[in-house]
């Protein structure tokens, strides 16, 4: 079978089974749409589990999960399946999933993580911090001049900086124009590397290796699902990557400024309890976001002899 054929169908058996806590009688049914595997969409969907589950006691929701594989076409299987189920709340786990339940429904209270720019991911122009209509949620946005400064503080003497990223990603275009003009003022020559997909994923930072002297990454979903192909190359290389969320740090940066994305969906979590009791009307829930942290990665660090001052903590 065709392989996106085969993603398309596990999809659709994994957004129409049951998982997690509740049965039959389960007061609220939740589905949760993640784009891909990596491990900081996953930490974001426990921390939402656990929270929801702690407020309203865990006899009281029945979650229902899909996972798009990467594939954006499967976002919508799986929220289609949800309406379709009855779903009470949805759990949008990163840009693809927000953008196609935007789409499939304006009824059921939709609720994004890990979700960089909203404005940007829902086409709004003058993005004020309140979507309206049946849309909120949590952003991982971290504050992206506080991440070139990493590039500046680590490496001042630096000349070139490669911006890595998925094209097919709206929030990583967003963030690398938004890092490359902070770049810029610095006094860096930045230059685009963009992937389309996986596949072209190595080849592409190969390329990024040969021209920079340190690597740029965005939370980008992409990349975080495939960090050891990327380490693969940079290290190899012996090219610092300086990376938006922590997932990429550990799997193939050196440091990062990031957020938690477990406590990110436990602020999420915390949100969809409010809507389910009816304690708050979605429409005009702004736009959580969490706390920042810097961090590193020891090994890495120490395999391309990058110091590190005080004030980053070692990524887990």
């Known amino acids: 079978m065709h392989k ?52 309203l006691g865990e006899d009281a929701v029945e979650f229902k999960e899909g996972n798009a594989l990467g594939e954006q076409t499967n976002c919508t299987t799986i929220i289609d399946g949800f309406i379709s189920d009855g779903a009470d709340l949805i759990l949008a786990n990163a840009t693809w999933p927000l953008q196609a339940a935007a789409s499939a429904t304006t009824e059921i209270p939709i609720l994004g993580t890990s979700v960089t720019d909203y404005g940007t991911a829902l086409n709004i122009d003058g993005f004020s911090g309140t ?102 190359v940079v290290l190899a290389a012996g090219v610092p990557v300086v990376g938006g969320d922590s997932g990429i740090c550990g799997g193939c940066g050196v440091a990062t400024i990031a957020t938690d994305y477990y406590e990110l969906g436990r602020i999420t979590g915390e949100m969809a309890a409010k809507i389910l009791r009816g304690e708050a009307e979605i429409s005009s829930m702004p736009v959580e976001y969490g706390a920042m942290q810097k961090l590193y990665n020891a090994a890495n660090c120490e395999l391309l002899g990058v110091d590190i001052p005080e004030g980053y903590a070692p990524v887990e």
């Not at 089974?17 to 949760?32: D, E, W």
Request: glycine content about 8%; hydrophobic content about 45%; aromatic content about 8%.
């Open 131 to 232: 979507v309206g209509r049946n849309i909120s949620g949590t952003s991982d946005l971290v504050d992206l001049a506080a991440q070139a400064e990493v590039i500046r503080e680590l490496f001042p003497e630096a000349e070139n900086v490669a911006l890595f990223y998925c094209s097919g990603e709206p929030n990583s275009v967003y963030q690398i124009e938004t890092v490359r003009a902070e770049l810029e003022g610095m006094g860096y020559a930045c230059e685009p590397y963009a992937f389309t997909d996986v596949n072209d994923l190595a080849s592409v930072a190969q390329s990024a290796c040969e021209w920079a002297d340190v690597i740029y990454i965005p939370t980008d979903n992409t990349v975080a699902a495939n960090t050891e192909a990327v380490a693969n």
């Open 4 to 55: 996106k054929l085969l993603s398309a169908a596990l999809v659709a058996t994994l957004a129409l089974a049951l998982s997690g806590c509740g049965g039959p009688s389960a007061g609220y049914t939740v589905g949760i749409c993640e784009q891909m595997e990596h491990v900081s969409l996953s930490e974001a969907t426990r921390g939402f589990k656990d929270a929801l589950t702690e407020i």
